[in-house]
């Protein structure tokens, strides 16, 4: 079954100062990835999705984030941290074998100083 | 368009007791799914429906059981409430059903104790 590999629960930046949230995945057949925010008390909204087009996709809010196929990963950046994007964020792995069951990580809580 | 609305927002059970949580999505999508949250675990999949009249067991169906009422409704039902199923549950919803892979949109949450 496929999976997902958050590295680090917790990373706090400075505002201004790169985001990198780290993603690694393990699947068998080709995968769809997928990375999620989740602010205080709310659901999951989609930030960006990998489904096999171009490597690097761009989302919403200014976050980025390349597919490498050689490291298995699918990391976050944003150039420049707000304060507003203090939340929770999630890594998710799915394919088209997998009968709909998107497999996530355990979340990285991203912290932004003044 | 409210997108997908949960009801109730909070619970508090005793062991064994049962109740129903509700979802539903006015975008006419396909696809249904129950999550459950834990810290440091994730969202783990209870069930889902890929299409109306379906549904099947996801990574974590123990003690739990599903309707899918109709396209737009999906309750999650917990039969006898045990303390390892205090959670929060979100619902979601694709457009898409069958196999292929598609972006879903959350619900704001259940937040159950059993205690």
């Known amino acids: 079954a496929q999976s997902v590999t958050q590295l680090g629960s917790h990373v706090s930046v400075s505002e201004g100062a790169l985001v990198l949230l780290r993603c690694n995945y393990s699947s068998s057949v080709p995968p769809y990835l997928f990375w999620y925010v989740q602010y205080p008390n709310q659901g999951l909204q989609l930030l960006l999705k990998y489904t096999s087009a171009a490597t690097l996709v761009k989302g919403i809010n200014g976050f980025e984030a390349e597919f490498k196929k050689s490291e298995t990963s699918f990391h976050l950046t944003k150039p420049s941290a707000h304060m507003s994007d203090a939340a929770e964020y999630f890594c998710a792995v799915s394919d088209l074998r997998s009968n709909n069951d998107m497999r996530f990580g355990a979340g990285t809580r991203l912290t932004v100083k003044p | 368009n409210a997108g997908v609305t949960q009801t109730p927002k909070f619970q508090v059970l005793k062991t064994g007791q049962s109740m129903t949580l509700q979802c539903a999505q006015d975008?006419?999508?396909?696809?249904m799914y129950w999550y459950r949250q834990d810290p440091g675990m994730g969202l783990r999949l209870i069930y889902y429906s890929a299409s109306e009249g379906t549904t099947d067991k996801g990574e974590v169906p123990n003690g739990y059981n599903v309707s899918r009422l109709n396209k737009r409704e999906f309750s999650l039902r917990l039969e006898s409430a045990a303390p390892s199923q205090t959670s929060v549950y979100f619902c979601?919803?694709?457009?898409?059903?069958?196999?292929?892979?598609?972006?879903?949109?959350f619900g704001p949450g259940t937040r159950l104790t059993v205690l």
């Open positions: 979601a919803s694709s457009l898409r059903g069958g196999n292929v892979p598609d972006t879903q949109y």
């Open positions: 975008m006419n999508h396909n696809s």
